[in-house]
Nanobody, 126 residues
Framework: QVQLVESGGGLVQAGGSLRLSCAASGRTFNMYTIAWFRQAPGKEREFVAVISRGDGITDSADSVKGRFTISRDNAKLTTYLQMNSLKPGDTAIYYC???????????????????WGQGTQVTVSS
């Protein structure tokens, strides 16, 4: 089992940057695929980015490609989401999630992830 805690959210102007962190507990952190999802008011939770265990292969949603970068530091049990060129449409609660089965083919499906953090609010003003 793993516990996840997000941090780094806040209020930023359009065009600005934020770096979100997802700190995990548990010695098996490097065995999990870790993803970021987000949920805006009145909308469904949507996939943002994911990083595999092991060799750290990444994937991201088209809406954030070229602006957001996911990375992980297994020694620090932490996953990061660097967000640049932020837009008002990026406003949402951002969640990190862990998949112990690391089913890469289902990496964008929220239902595959067993463990979730409490979320961190990101607000981008125009």
């Amino acid at each position: 089992q793993v516990q996840l805690v997000e941090s780094g959210g806040g209020l930023v102007q359009a065009g600005g940057s934020l770096r979100l962190s997802c700190a995990a507990s548990g010695r098996t952190f490097n065995m999990y695929t870790i993803a970021w999802f987000r949920q805006a008011p009145g909308k469904e939770r949507e996939f943002v980015a994911v990083i595999s265990r092991g060799d750290g292969i990444t994937d991201s949603a088209d809406s954030v490609k070229g602006r957001f970068t996911i990375s992980r530091d297994n020694a620090k049990l932490t996953t990061y989401l660097q967000m640049n060129s932020l837009k008002p449409g990026d406003t949402a609660i951002y969640y990190c999630a862990a998949d112990p089965r690391s089913a890469w083919y289902a990496r964008r499906e929220a239902g595959r992830y067993d463990y979730w953090g409490q979320g961190t609010q990101v607000t981008v003003s125009s």
